[in-house]
């Protein structure tokens, strides 16, 4: 006797929903309505009945890839993508561009949405916020992060070691002369590793140094609406933070930003404040990208090839595409790929103003 073709109607009689509701949590649609609990059950009872979406029952070998953003309003993430998207023209592989604003809720939906649709591999720009979903879904899609080194990921990375740019940009400003530092960075929190690294290198190379000085650290939480809705923020951040830190430590005479976005900010404030850079205060930032080399900013920052980085993700996980490997605990490999960041001394550091 032939199967009984199962329907969606099917799947709501024994979830206890409506079609509509089956149907967008099936198509990864509008997830945010439903709970975590919903979303398991319907997905369990499509498994056990054996549904096939049109999607599903067409075998053809899939060329798109998901790549997970926070913003593209800093050119670090923008130019990451472009050097994702230049490499993946070259292989001829389709992308999807989803940003989460270092939003949790928006991270776990793009992964709903991976799980019913046709996609081939999943690529982080950053590291996701949601380790174990993450590594969940890396049984079903080959996946790869571009960003800080993370030993609780289990599956392919492209990392860039934060804390050793962190120890050079603090040993390019001590041997200026510089001993009193100031950090300031937006949140500043374990899902945001790459900006506590780098402030941990600071403090590392200021100890082998024996700077008795402490690192004065300004940091302001920003939540992620705050992200969505002010594309301006990091520089703002950077802005409001500098003015803080010149009233309150006015013996600081160099200034480390969490990235160059930042730096900008704080370079606005201390020329806004009447003092001038580098002669009344240094000024650094991480990432290198293509503002800082504009003369009138001058930018001293740290090189961490983001097109590159982006092209060898890419790379990555079409190897792993041709070859159908998704992780599959103690038998596949997992790749780690470590970028070494390089120093790039530009006009807005110098020695120490004399009177410190």
């Known amino acids: 006797m032939r199967k009984k073709k199962v329907t969606l109607q099917d799947i709501a009689d024994k979830a206890e929903l409506s079609t509509a509701s089956v149907s967008m949590i099936i198509s990864g649609k509008k997830l945010?309505?439903?709970?975590?609990?919903?979303?398991?059950?319907?997905?369990?009872?499509?498994?056990?009945?054996?549904?096939?979406?049109?999607?599903?029952?067409?075998?053809?070998?899939?060329?798109?890839?998901?790549?997970?953003?926070?913003?593209?309003?800093?050119?670090?993430?923008?130019?990451?993508?472009?050097?994702?998207?230049?490499?993946?023209?070259?292989?001829?592989?389709?992308?999807?561009?989803?940003?989460?604003?270092?939003?949790?809720?928006?991270?776990?939906?793009?992964?709903?949405?991976?799980?019913h649709s046709q996609i081939a591999a999943i690529v982080f720009?950053?590291?996701?916020?949601?380790?174990?979903?993450?590594?969940?879904?890396?049984?079903?899609?080959?996946?790869?992060?571009?960003?800080?080194y993370n030993d609780n990921l289990k599956f392919d990375t492209i990392d860039l070691n934060n804390f050793d740019a962190g120890r050079k940009v603090a040993r390019h400003l001590l041997n200026l002369g510089h001993k009193k530092i100031a950090?300031?960075?937006?949140?500043?929190?374990?899902?945001?590793?790459?900006?506590?690294?780098?402030?941990?290198?600071?403090?590392?190379?200021?100890?082998?140094?024996?700077?008795?000085?402490?690192?004065?650290?300004?940091?302001?939480?920003?939540?992620?609406?705050?992200?969505?809705?002010?594309?301006?923020?990091?520089?703002?951040?950077?802005?409001?933070?500098?003015?803080?830190?010149?009233?309150?430590?006015?013996?600081?005479?160099?200034?480390?930003?969490i990235n160059d976005m930042v730096a900008y900010g704080i370079m606005d404030a201390i020329i806004d404040c009447g003092f001038s850079i580098p002669e009344d205060y240094s000024v650094c930032g991480f990432d290198n990208i293509f503002p800082s080399k504009f003369g009138a900013i001058g930018l001293t920052t740290v090189e961490n090839y983001i097109v590159e980085r982006g092209r060898r993700a890419i790379t990555l996980i079409y190897s792993r595409m041709q070859n159908n490997e998704v992780h599959d605990e103690g038998i596949r490999n997992v790749t780690r790929i470590e970028y070494s960041s390089k120093l790039i001394e530009r006009k807005s550091t110098s020695n120490p103003r004399k009177n410190n």
């Open 32 to 115: 945010s309505r439903f709970s975590r609990d919903t979303i398991d059950r319907v997905t369990q009872i499509t498994k056990e009945l054996e549904y096939k979406t049109r999607k599903q029952k067409d075998t053809r070998y899939s060329d798109t890839i998901i790549i997970i953003c926070p913003s593209v309003y800093n050119p670090y993430y923008a130019t990451l993508i472009q050097g994702m998207e230049m490499q993946a023209f070259k292989l001829g592989l389709r992308t999807i561009i989803r940003n989460t604003y270092w939003d949790m809720s928006v991270e776990e939906d793009i992964f709903s949405y991976a799980q």
């Open 125 to 148: 720009a950053m590291i996701p916020q949601m380790e174990k979903l993450a590594l969940e879904l890396c049984k079903n899609f080959p996946m790869v992060a571009v960003g800080d």
């Open 183 to 257: 950090y300031i960075s937006t949140s500043l929190n374990s899902y945001h590793s790459a900006r506590v690294r780098r402030r941990n290198g600071l403090l590392e190379e200021m100890k082998l140094q024996n700077i008795q000085e402490e690192l004065i650290v300004c940091s302001y939480n920003v939540e992620s609406l705050i992200e969505l809705n002010n594309v301006d923020i990091e520089y703002e951040t950077g802005y409001k933070l500098a003015i803080e830190c010149l009233k309150d430590h006015p013996e600081v005479t160099a200034i480390v930003a």
